[in-house]
């Protein structure tokens, strides 16, 4: 289990109207509305949506998990970013799932060392590596 043993921030945010609504968090920061994108048949244009939601926190997430590790390891980063890409598609037999593919990026630093870095990014610190562990097909690449 990837329960934290003591909850330090909570995010709050709320949705209405689903996929076709409005969010709001609760310090007012994130306000905007969400459209279905045109591939998943609806009409695009402005406004979010849950994947990229998800891609964005993911990307974060996991970059600062890479320079926790690398900070711990004397490793200095001058450099790095992380790209996240999550598709959504029907799954069987029933519902829809989702596949991430980050892409990292770590300029500078020697192959190997960078691969270590990641590894243990995904396998010991990111939150979102935990939750989605075992849940959803996650690829990493260095580029």
């Given at each position: 289990m990837s329960n934290p043993t003591k909850v330090l921030y909570t995010a709050t945010a709320t949705a209405k109207g689903g996929r076709e609504g409005h969010i709001h968090s609760s310090d007012g920061v994130l306000d905007f509305d969400?459209?279905?994108p045109k591939e998943l048949g609806g009409p695009g244009g402005a406004g979010s949506n849950p994947e990229q939601l998800f891609a964005a926190g993911y990307?974060?997430?996991f970059e600062g998990a890479?320079?926790?590790v690398a900070r711990e390891k004397?490793?200095?980063?001058k450099d790095a970013s992380v790209t996240a890409h999550v598709g959504i598609g029907p799954r069987e037999p029933t519902g829809f799932g989702i596949a991430v593919k980050l892409d990292v990026s770590l300029p500078g630093i020697d192959r190997a060392v960078a691969q270590e870095l990641v590894d243990t990014a995904h396998r010991d610190i990111c939150p979102y590596s935990h939750a989605t562990r075992g849940n959803v097909d996650v690829q990493i690449s260095l580029v």
């Amino acid at each position: 289990m990837s329960n934290p043993t003591k909850v330090l921030y909570t995010a709050t945010a709320t949705a209405k109207g689903g996929r076709e609504g409005h969010i709001h968090s609760s310090d007012g920061v994130l306000d905007f509305d969400l459209k279905v994108p045109k591939e998943l048949g609806g009409p695009g244009g402005a406004g979010s949506n849950p994947e990229q939601l998800f891609a964005a926190g993911y990307a974060a997430c996991f970059e600062g998990a890479v320079r926790y590790v690398a900070r711990e390891k004397k490793v200095a980063l001058k450099d790095a970013s992380v790209t996240a890409h999550v598709g959504i598609g029907p799954r069987e037999p029933t519902g829809f799932g989702i596949a991430v593919k980050l892409d990292v990026s770590l300029p500078g630093i020697d192959r190997a060392v960078a691969q270590e870095l990641v590894d243990t990014a995904h396998r010991d610190i990111c939150p979102y590596s935990h939750a989605t562990r075992g849940n959803v097909d996650v690829q990493i690449s260095l580029v």
